[in-house]
């Protein structure tokens, strides 16, 4: 009886149930029901299990599913063709004992007499004769290893329109992360501000920052897949320059970091802004955006730069813009911005300047 009065047995079997009940919550069923093996108390549950001709005949992904571990990357059996990867530990004499695992039909890929342990790659018909070796403790599965990498995707700092666009959902429902497309980008400037004496501003970081922190592709890349820098076609050195091309480039990195960037100011006069949208698509952009309106670009016929923008996406490009109406009034209060309409409409006469 227990301090609650509970006979002992009783209470055995409430806990086998309770540990039961929670391991079928935790486990496959597959793996509940191979939870007692055969074998000689040298081989894991789950070599023992694999040792059995029934399993050993199944494809190496069957016999993944069949043990409930992974059929490949972190967690799964490592293997080098037929043979997988086992972890043997002797209760001593681990280096005195290595011909005799060579004569069980182990491949011997590593020892160390200082943990008395072998790592040796063996078919699963060999197993039972590595575990029946002189000495051998125990006989476990090499599990592939997690790999732990810098995170490249996203740098520093991560847009909040990747999550706004769902962009992560996006890039693993259609396997894609902007690889094979080029993206370029229209605004004042790229690495050109005039950063003030103090160091205060007007930006917070340079380029060669950005590609440090990985917020940027860049040659200075440690990102492997990331090492092509910017394309930079011709940018803008001004003390009005505020990097807001860079800024944007940050963005699409972002939300397509497998994209080729490019950059070319729009910030020389409405005739280069024209002639750069060209030279990007010239330059291999497929997609092309800018943050960039000028006062003159006229509302009823196409200007310089909606002609060249008719010209890059009747070659197949695409090309995106801001579009509002800015509703702008001068300094007596008049309304000075246009209105919808579906076409012009002649007043009849022109208005008084």
């Given at each position: 009886?227990n301090?609650?009065g509970?006979?002992?047995?009783?209470?055995?079997?409430?806990?086998?149930?309770?540990?039961?009940t929670l391991a079928?919550?935790?486990?496959?069923?597959?793996?509940?029901?191979?939870?007692?093996?055969?074998?000689?108390?040298?081989?894991s549950?789950g070599?023992?299990?694999?040792?059995?001709?029934?399993v050993?005949s199944?494809s190496?992904?069957?016999?993944?599913r069949?043990l409930?571990v992974?059929a490949?990357?972190?967690?799964?059996?490592?293997?080098?063709?037929s043979?997988?990867?086992v972890n043997?530990?002797?209760e001593?004499g681990a280096?005195?004992?290595?011909?005799d695992?060579?004569?069980?039909?182990?491949?011997?890929?590593?020892?160390s007499g200082?943990y008395q342990?072998?790592?040796?790659a063996?078919?699963?018909?060999?197993?039972?004769?590595?575990?029946?070796?002189?000495?051998v403790?125990?006989?476990t599965?090499?599990r592939?290893?997690?790999?732990?990498?810098?995170k490249?995707?996203?740098?520093?700092?991560?847009?909040?329109?990747?999550?706004?666009?769902h962009?992560?959902?996006a890039?693993?429902?259609?396997a894609?992360d902007?690889?094979?497309?080029?993206?370029g980008?229209?605004s004042?400037?790229?690495?050109?501000a005039?950063?003030?004496?103090?160091?205060?501003?007007?930006?917070?970081?340079?380029?060669a920052?950005?590609?440090a922190?990985?917020?940027l592709p860049?040659?200075?890349?440690e990102?492997?897949a990331?090492?092509?820098?910017?394309?930079?076609?011709?940018?803008?050195?001004?003390?009005?320059?505020?990097?807001?091309?860079r800024a944007m480039?940050?963005?699409?990195?972002?939300?397509?970091?497998?994209?080729s960037?490019a950059?070319a100011t729009?910030?020389?006069?409405?005739?280069?802004?024209?002639?750069?949208i060209?030279?990007l698509?010239?330059?291999?952009?497929q997609?092309?955006?800018d943050?960039?309106?000028?006062?003159e670009?006229?509302?009823?016929q196409d200007?310089?730069?909606?002609?060249?923008?008719n010209?890059?996406?009747?070659?197949?490009?695409?090309?995106?813009?801001?579009?509002g109406n800015?509703?702008?009034?001068?300094a007596?209060?008049?309304?000075?911005s246009?209105?919808?309409?579906?076409?012009?409409?002649?007043?009849?006469g022109?208005?008084?300047?």
């Open positions: 009886m301090a609650e509970i006979p002992r047995k009783r209470l055995a079997v409430r806990s086998s149930l309770a540990a039961l079928c919550l935790l486990c496959p069923a597959a793996a509940i029901a191979r939870a007692t093996p055969d074998g000689d108390g040298t081989l549950a070599l023992a299990y694999l040792a059995k001709p029934s050993q199944q190496p992904k069957a016999q993944a069949i409930g992974a490949s990357g972190p967690g799964s059996l490592q293997r080098q063709g043979r997988l990867l043997v530990r002797f001593q280096i005195a004992r290595l011909a695992l060579r004569s069980a039909g182990a491949r011997v890929l590593d020892s200082r342990a072998v790592t040796a063996v078919t699963p018909g060999m197993l039972r004769r590595v575990a029946a070796t002189p000495g403790a125990s006989v599965p090499s592939a290893p997690m790999l732990y990498a810098a490249c995707e996203g740098g520093s700092v991560i847009s909040e329109g990747v999550a706004q666009l962009a992560e959902t890039r693993q429902a259609f894609v902007g690889s094979g497309v080029t993206v980008v229209l004042d400037s790229y690495d050109g005039v950063e003030a004496a103090d160091g205060s501003g007007p930006i917070a970081t340079k380029a920052q950005d590609i922190t990985a917020d860049g040659t200075a890349s990102c492997p990331q090492t092509t820098p910017v394309d930079v076609l011709e940018d803008l050195a001004s003390a009005e320059a505020t990097d807001e091309g480039l940050q963005i699409v990195h972002d939300v397509a970091p497998g994209a960037l950059f729009a910030f020389l006069g409405e005739e280069s802004f024209a002639q750069n060209e030279a698509a010239a330059a291999g952009a997609v092309i955006v943050d960039v309106g000028y006062f670009e006229p509302f009823f200007g310089p730069v909606a002609a060249a923008v010209k890059v996406t009747g070659a197949g490009a695409t090309y995106l813009s801001s579009a800015d509703n702008l009034f001068d007596e209060g008049n309304e000075i246009s209105w919808e309409a579906p076409e012009y409409r002649d007043s009849g022109c208005p008084a300047a």
